[in-house]
C-alpha cells in the first residue's frame, strides 16, 4: 500500500515542501529511505520502527520504502520522524491522512515522544505560501510556529497523540499567538548605559556609532568597562520592527537557538564569540551551510572581545559580510546566501600586558612586543571599523560617584531622531543607515564647505590616511551633524569624525 504525508526541510533561509511517499509491500523485511537523505535522516528508520511499536502500534515485517520528494535536494536532520512514522501507520492502514491538508514535523524518541526540531519557523511560513491548512509540530515549537499568522497550529507530545488526532480520537486545540502583542512585551533589555560610572566620551563615540550604524574599535587597559559598553549598545539602537524581528527570529529558528518560552526575538542580537570560533562558526559553514555568528547578530551586534586573540585568517573572513551585509557560503551541493546586516564592535588592550599608555600602570612589554601584537589585526579590516576610541581607566572619583550615567532610553530617543533623519533621507534607495552610503551617495549627502575640506585634507595628509578611511570619516561627519539636526556637515563635525580615525595611526603606525 502507498501513502504520503507532507513535511518540510530548510534551504539557507528559505524553506520547502517535502512529500513523503511510502510504500509497503511483500517482500524481506526492509527500511528503505531515498531522495538524498543524510545521515541524521537514515537513521530515522530505527527510530520510527522503535516508535511505532512502543506506541502500542504494529511495525510492518515488510518491505518498506521511503522517497522524500523532491528527489534531487539533500534533506538533513530528525523533523522528518513523525511525518515517516505516520506514513508508516497510513499504509499499513492503522491510521487515516485523510484529505486535511497537514505539514508535520518532529523528532521521536524511541518511545514515542516527540521532541523539538529547528527552522519550524520558516517551515510554517512556507506552509501558509503554500496553502496548507496547518501544521502538526512538537509542543515545544508551537509558540514559535504560532507566529505565522493564517495557519493553524496542532501541538503533539507523542506519536500515539499524533495518531489519535487523525483518527479524531484526540482533540487538539489550535495554537494562538499574538505576535504583536508579544513583540510590545518584549521589547525591554536587562541592561542599561546609567549603570556604566564615567567614560562620557566613550559613550558619546558609541552614540554616534548606533546613530549610523557605524563600526567601532574599543582600546583601553583591562578592566576599564570594554565589554561593559558593549553589552549595553544594543540598548541605544533604535527599537526593532516587526519585519526585523521575525527575519532575526527566523535566522535562530534555523539555528536551533530559540527557547520555547520566548519564540520572538523582539530585541537587538548581541553575539559574543569566543576568540577560538572557526571561520564556519563565525559566518556559517557545514555540508549543509548552516548560520554563522555573522547572521546570528543580523539587525544588532557582533562584538569581537580581545580582538588580536582570533585568528588572523578568521577576522578576514569578515571583510566580505561587512562590506555586503550579506555572507554567501558555497559548496559542491548548495551555495546559500544569509543576511549579516549588523554593526561590528570590537575590543582590545594596547599591548599584551593591556598597560602601555596607561598613567597609573607600568608597561613591561617591549616595542616589538607591542608592534607584534598590534599587527595581528591587518589593515583592510581595520580601515572597515568607521570609529576608533580609546578607553583609558575609570577613575576613583567616578567609580565613587553615585549620581547615575545617562539612561539608555534617553540617548536611544536622539539616536532615533538620527535614525528618522537619515530614512527620509534614503527612503526608496534600500539603505538603511548612513554606514551603508555608497560613494553615490557621498558625493550627495555629505558636500564639505572649504573649512571642512581643508581641515579633512590635512588631516587625511598628515595621517596617511586611505581612501577608505577618507570615505569612513565622511559618513561619520554626516551622522554628527544628523545628531545635532543640522543639514550641513560643519567644521566641528568633520573634527570629531576625525578624532575617530587617529588611534589606527597611533598605534598601527609606530
Known amino acids: 500500500m502507498l501513502a504520503t504525508a507532507l513535511s518540510g526541510a530548510l534551504f539557507g533561509l528559505e524553506a520547502y515542501i517535502v512529500k513523503v511517499e511510502l510504500d509497503v509491500s511483500d517482500g524481506l523485511p526492509t527500511f528503505n529511505i531515498v531522495g538524498l537523505p543524510d545521515a541524521a535522516v537514515r537513521e530515522s528508520k530505527e527510530r520510527v520502527a522503535a516508535a511505532i511499536r512502543n506506541s502500542g502500534f504494529s511495525f510492518p515485517p515488510k518491505r518498506i520504502t521511503a522517497n522524500l520528494a523532491p528527489a534531487d535536494i539533500r534533506k538533513e536532520g530528525s523533523a522528518l520522524d513523525l511525518p515517516l512514522a505516520l506514513a508508516v501507520l497510513a499504509a499499513t492502514g492503522q491510521i487515516p491522512l485523510g484529505e486535511r491538508k497537514l505539514l508535520f514535523l518532529g523528532e521521536l524518541s524511541l518511545d514515542g515522544t516527540v521532541r523539538p526540531v529547528r527552522g519550524v519557523l520558516p517551515i510554517a511560513m512556507c506552509a501558509k505560501e503554500e496553502g496548507l491548512e496547518g501544521v502538526v509540530v512538537p509542543k515545544e515549537n508551537a509558540l514559535e510556529a504560532g507566529i505565522v499568522e493564517g495557519i493553524k497550529v496542532y501541538p503533539v507530545g507523542s506519536l500515539a497523540e499524533a495518531a489519535g488526532f487523525l483518527k479524531g480520537a484526540v482533540q487538539i486545540d489550535p495554537v494562538r499567538y499574538d505576535v504583536r502583542d508579544a513583540f510590545r512585551r518584549s521589547g525591554g533589555y536587562d541592561v542599561d548605559f546609567s549603570d556604566v560610572k564615567g567614560q562620557e566620551h566613550v559613550k558619546r563615540a558609541l552614540e554616534v556609532a548606533a546613530a549610523g550604524g557605524h563600526n567601532v574599535i574599543m582600546i583601553g587597559p583591562p578592566g576599564s568597562g570594554k565589554t561593559m559598553l558593549a553589552r549595553r549598545l544594543p540598548t541605544i539602537l533604535p527599537d526593532m520592527t516587526l519585519e526585523e524581528a521575525l527575519e532575526t527570529t527566523k535566522i535562530h529558528s534555523i539555528a536551533g537557538l530559540l527557547p520555547p518560552d520566548k519564540p520572538l526575538i523582539a530585541t537587538r542580537p548581541f553575539r559574543s564569540p569566543h576568540h577560538t570560533v572557526s571561520n564556519a562558526g563565525l559566518v556559517g559553514g557545514g555540508t549543509i551551510p548552516r548560520p554563522g555568528e555573522v547572521s546570528l547578530?543580523?539587525?544588532?551586534?557582533?562584538?569581537?572581545?580581545?580582538?588580536?586573540?582570533?585568528?588572523?585568517?578568521?577576522?578576514?573572513?569578515?571583510?566580505?559580510?561587512?562590506?555586503?551585509?550579506?555572507?554567501?557560503?558555497?559548496?559542491?551541493?548548495?551555495?546559500?546566501?544569509?543576511?549579516?546586516?549588523?554593526?561590528?564592535?570590537?575590543?582590545?588592550?594596547?599591548?599584551?600586558?593591556?598597560?602601555?599608555?596607561?598613567?597609573?600602570?607600568?608597561?613591561?612589554?617591549?616595542?616589538?612586543?607591542?608592534?607584534?601584537?598590534?599587527?595581528?589585526?591587518?589593515?583592510?579590516?581595520?580601515?572597515?571599523?568607521?570609529?576608533?576610541?580609546?578607553?583609558?581607566?575609570?577613575?576613583?572619583?567616578?567609580?565613587?560617584?553615585?549620581?547615575?550615567?545617562?539612561?539608555?532610553?534617553?540617548?536611544?530617543?536622539?539616536?532615533?531622531?538620527?535614525?528618522?533623519?537619515?530614512?527620509?533621507?534614503?527612503?526608496?534607495?534600500?539603505?538603511?543607515?548612513?554606514?551603508?552610503?555608497?560613494?553615490?551617495?557621498?558625493?550627495?549627502?555629505?558636500?564639505?564647505?572649504?573649512?571642512?575640506?581643508?581641515?579633512?585634507?590635512?588631516?587625511?595628509?598628515?595621517?596617511?590616511?586611505?581612501?577608505?578611511?577618507?570615505?569612513?570619516?565622511?559618513?561619520?561627519?554626516?551622522?554628527?551633524?544628523?545628531?545635532?539636526?543640522?543639514?550641513?556637515?560643519?567644521?566641528?563635525?568633520?573634527?570629531?569624525?576625525?578624532?575617530?580615525?587617529?588611534?589606527?595611526?597611533?598605534?598601527?603606525?609606530?
Not at 405 to 415: D, F, L, N, P, Y
Not at 454 to 468: H, K, M, W
Not at 478 to 499: N, Y
Open 297 to 510: 547578530a543580523h539587525n544588532g551586534v557582533l562584538f569581537l572581545d580581545e580582538l588580536p586573540e582570533f585568528r588572523r585568517d578568521v577576522l578576514e573572513v569578515l571583510r566580505q559580510p561587512l562590506e555586503e551585509g550579506v555572507v554567501t557560503i558555497s559548496r559542491a551541493t548548495a551555495t546559500v546566501t544569509y543576511p549579516a546586516n549588523f554593526m561590528l564592535v570590537c575590543a582590545m588592550n594596547p599591548c599584551p600586558c593591556g598597560y602601555y599608555g596607561d598613567r597609573t600602570r607600568r608597561c613591561r612589554c617591549t616595542p616589538s612586543q607591542i608592534q607584534n601584537y598590534i599587527s595581528r589585526i591587518s589593515g583592510p579590516l581595520l580601515d572597515r571599523i568607521d570609529i576608533h576610541v580609546e578607553v583609558p581607566a575609570v577613575k576613583y572619583s567616578d567609580l565613587a560617584s553615585d549620581r547615575p550615567g545617562e539612561s539608555s532610553e534617553r540617548i536611544r530617543e536622539r539616536v532615533q531622531r538620527a535614525r528618522e533623519i537619515q530614512r527620509e533621507r534614503f527612503k526608496g534607495t534600500g539603505i538603511r543607515c548612513n554606514a551603508d552610503m555608497s560613494p553615490k551617495e557621498l558625493r550627495e549627502y555629505c558636500k564639505l564647505d572649504k573649512s571642512s575640506h581643508e581641515l579633512l585634507r590635512r588631516a587625511i595628509t598628515q595621517l596617511g590616511l586611505s581612501a577608505r578611511a577618507y570615505d569612513r570619516i565622511l559618513k561619520v561627519s554626516r551622522t554628527i551633524a544628523d545628531l545635532e539636526g543640522s543639514e550641513e556637515i560643519r567644521p566641528e563635525h568633520v573634527s570629531e569624525a576625525i578624532q575617530y580615525r587617529s588611534l589606527d595611526r597611533q598605534y598601527w603606525m609606530r
